[in-house]
């Protein structure tokens, strides 16, 4: 088992950043892929980022490419979100998740946190 603890959501205007953490604990050493998702109202839940573990590659969904970026610090088991020049269109819960298996970095997650709602205002 994985458990993921996400923080650092909340309100900024447009043009803002954020830096979104997911503290991750249990048997990390299984752990893949790290991802991050978000669902707005009325919106399936989407793929936003993800970073291969043992090799750091990175992934982004077009729509986020340039201002968001994934990192991690090993030392601390934590996956970070860091969101520049926001727009309205980024509002959503945010969801940190791992996957314990290779493959397609943007599907089929294993453990799921509990997410963190960021708003951007216009």
């Known amino acids: 088992q994985v458990q993921l603890v996400e923080s650092g959501g909340g309100l900024v205007q447009a043009g803002g950043s954020l830096r979104l953490s997911c503290a991750a604990s249990?048997?990390?050493?299984?752990?893949?892929?790290m991802g991050w998702f978000r669902q707005a109202p009325g919106k399936e839940r989407e793929f936003v980022a993800a970073l291969t573990l043992n090799s750091g590659i990175t992934y982004y969904t077009d729509s986020v490419k340039g201002r968001f970026t994934v990192s991690r610090d090993n030392a601390k088991n934590t996956v970070y979100l860091q969101m520049n020049s926001l727009t309205p269109e980024d509002t959503a819960v945010y969801y940190c998740a791992a996957k314990v298996v290779a493959g397609s970095p943007r599907y089929k997650y294993d453990y799921w946190g509990q997410g963190t709602q960021v708003t951007v205002s216009s």
């Open positions: 249990g048997r990390t050493s299984s752990t893949y892929f």
